[in-house]
C-alpha cells in the first residue's frame, strides 16, 4: 500500500512520550528531537526496513547531535520511525475490518495508537496479548472512560501486535496469524 503523506505535526507524540518517559526527568521538549529524527527517517527511507537503515541512521543522529547520546534517544527515534508507517497499515486494516459497522477510523484511531504504545514500552515488549490485555483494559478506561474497551479491544489488539512487529525490526507490520478471538 502507498503510504500517505502525513506531516510530523498531524501525529500525537505524546502518548508514546507519557508511557515511556512520564517520571525519568526526560522533558517532551528534549526528546521531541528523536521523534522529528525518526519520522524524517521514516519519510526519507520509506519501504526500508528499519535493520536496513540502522546503522547509516546512528552514524547520521551522531553527526548531527553530537551532545544527544544515540542510545538516549533511540525509543523516541524507533517510534517516530515506526508511527507513520503503522498508521498506513492501521487504516488499511481498519477500511477491511470495520467497513459497514459504522465504526470510522477518527473514532477508532486512539484504540490502535493504544495498543501499538504499549508494545514500543519496554515494560510491556516482551508480554503476549493475554497476559496484557486486563492492563490495557485498566488504562483504556482511565483515560477514555467515555468510550467501552469492547469497542476498542479488536483495535488495541491489532496494534498492539503491530506494534510488537515493528519494534522486533521487520518493518513489515503482521497480518499473518492474527486471531481475533
Not at 501499538?116 to 483515560?143: G, L, S, V
Amino acid at each position: 500500500m502507498a503510504r500517505q503523506n502525513r506531516r510530523y505535526e498531524d501525529f500525537d507524540w505524546h502518548p508514546h512520550f507519557d508511557e515511556n518517559y512520564a517520571g525519568t526527568g526526560k522533558g517532551f521538549a528534549e526528546m521531541e528531537s528523536g521523534y522529528r529524527y525518526g519520522y524524517d527517517l521514516s519519510q526519507r527511507y520509506e519501504g526500508r526496513d528499519w535493520s536496513d537503515i540502522e546503522a547509516d541512521a546512528r552514524a547520521d543522529w551522531e553527526a548531527q547531535h553530537p551532545d544527544r547520546d544515540w542510545d538516549n534517544f533511540l525509543e523516541a527515534i524507533r517510534y517516530g520511525w515506526s508511527r507513520p508507517r503503522a498508521r498506513s497499515d492501521f487504516e488499511q486494516y481498519h477500511s477491511t475490518n470495520y467497513a459497514g459497522t459504522g465504526k470510522g477510523f477518527a473514532e477508532m484511531e486512539t484504540a490502535y495508537e493504544h495498543g501499538y504504545n504499549y508494545a514500543f514500552n519496554e515494560r510491556h515488549r516482551d508480554r503476549r496479548w493475554d497476559d496484557i490485555e486486563p492492563e490495557m483494559r485498566q488504562a483504556w478506561t482511565q483515560r477514555h472512560g467515555d468510550r467501552e474497551w469492547t469497542d476498542a479491544r479488536d483495535a488495541a489488539r491489532y496494534g498492539f501486535e503491530h506494534g510488537r512487529s515493528d519494534y522486533a525490526g521487520t518493518g513489515k507490520g503482521w497480518a499473518e496469524g492474527y486471531d481475533q478471538s
